[in-house]
């Protein structure tokens, strides 16, 4: 009885992930002490801002893509989702030199500085398709601009940046949803493993 | 111009901007100074003292 | 714990230190709300520009002649979209490095025929009227042999056209139905008309707006207008936004490629912009398994300054 149940797919990934990620690495109330700098709080600033974005884009999203141009309240709720952007990006980048700075794919953390990179450029891509979907005088420049390089590699055949349909619906529904999943696992990864410790000059031994 | 003025803009940076030159780098003054704030901020994180750090030597 | 020898840049040491309260939580509440209000500050102070969109209308009421010079070069087919190539057509060379042209492969996918697309269709849905009727049927009856002709006298009196009294004037008699089909073109153009034809090719509903954009993207007032915000691609423009506004300045590295040699320079600009950029990703992302370039933090020692309580409480 008690080997059916332990054999079970159900308890089998409830005990990898329990045993992965404990709720005490998921949520700590502890942390080493040399994590001691400002250039910790760049990571959760940029989940912060991210959202920030989330909040604002559904607002945007209640009243349609062209509410924005004529309520003003709508118009402010667009400052706030640009103003948002540009600040996941700083804080985004600062993380990024932080990172590198520490070297902080050491230890078996390859993954979480790829999944980091990844969602950057994944950001990027959500960013531009915002840009294309302002249906302003921006948005016209931009697109007919970045059709260019897009069409360049062959991909303009089917992100075609000037078709406002496919650009809003990257933005809003699929982007949102990559770069979302893709910060969860990033941030998991970190919980999983912890956060890198400092080089230390003669070392032999090896945690993986 | 702009279509709408939202609520405040308390300061209009809606007319033609002013941009930096520097051999083949042109640069507009809005982005700079984003550039220069996280160059800035990237410093300022790694020098700035980090308070609730007391206890130094091994302290458990 | 494995026996291998340990690698600096890899390995990382085994922490053995003290831990002190932490409370997670906490920090990223804080986090959300002071990033709330910061944004909501900067939203209020210096909220966020929104020009108003082209349209063929504004287009042709603020520059009849750029647009009957377009319209005509989209007629005649010698216009920058008439001569793009993939995806949109078969009549200009590829982008390309080399044997590598991923746009050739992939072919046309978006077709679009400014002749047709652009005037003819957008003309012939027109109310009948006898002068357009007739200078339709005439086009349209022509030999491609004949056709071309009447674009080599349009494209050779084009610099010299002229736009008063609400007539489009072009000084050559051997342009056939030309100079009628432009006049009510821009006719068209100037009451908003076009905007609507262009857009509902598609049917009643439509969310794509790439003939319009294409036609507009073909005249000298588009992209006089994005010259003097700074918006063009040799002014750095990808980063920049209207106005005073940054801009999308992440992308600092990819328009920078574009103002330097042999990119600035080379018509396949695009392709080996991408194709740089897509390998200094790669790089970036794959940092953790590159000897050498991983080794960069450890040499620099900015980690020094970061980790600098902890390398004193260990002295």
Redesign the interface.
Known sequence: MSTDIERQWTSRIRHSVVDKLPPDKLLPDTQPAYVASWIYVFGVTTMAALGVIILTGIILALDGPQWWHSSTLGHFVNSMHLWSVEIFFFAMVVHLWGKFSMAAWRGGRSLTWVTGAVTFMASILAGFTGYVSQTNFDSQWIATQAKDGINSTGGGAFFNVLNLGQMLMLHIVLLPIAAVALTGIHVVMVRMKGVVPPFEDATTEVSA | ???????????????????IHWG????????F???V??VA??L?????P?PG?R?????? | MTKKPFRPDVDAPVYKGPYVPYDIIKEGAIAVLVVFILTAALALVFSSPDEKAVTIKTWSNADAVDFAQTAGDELAGTSAVANYGAPYNNNGTSQHWGFLSPEKWIGVRIQINTTNDFVIDPLSAQPAQPALSAALSQWKSASSATQTAWDDAFNKAEPNLTYSNGKVNIPTKAAGPIPVLLNYETQMARSGALDQALVTQAGFYTTNFTKPLLFVSDGTYFAGLAEKQHLSGSQWGMMNETGQYPGQAWLWLYTFWYQIHPYSTSASADFLVWGTMMILTALMVLVPFIPGLRSIPRKIKIYRIIWREHYAAKL
Not at chain 2, 12 to 19: A, K, Q, S, V
Not at chain 2, 44 to 48: C, T
Not at chain 2, 55 to 60: S, T
Request: hydrophobic residues 55%; positive net charge.
């Open positions: 111009m702009a279509q709408g003025w939202g609520l405040g803009a308390l300061i209009n940076l809606d007319h033609y901007g002013h941009y083949v780098i042109q640069v507009s003054v809005g982005n100074i984003v550039m704030l996280m901020s990237f300022a994180a790694l020098f700035a980090f750090r206890n130094r030597k091994g302290a458990k």
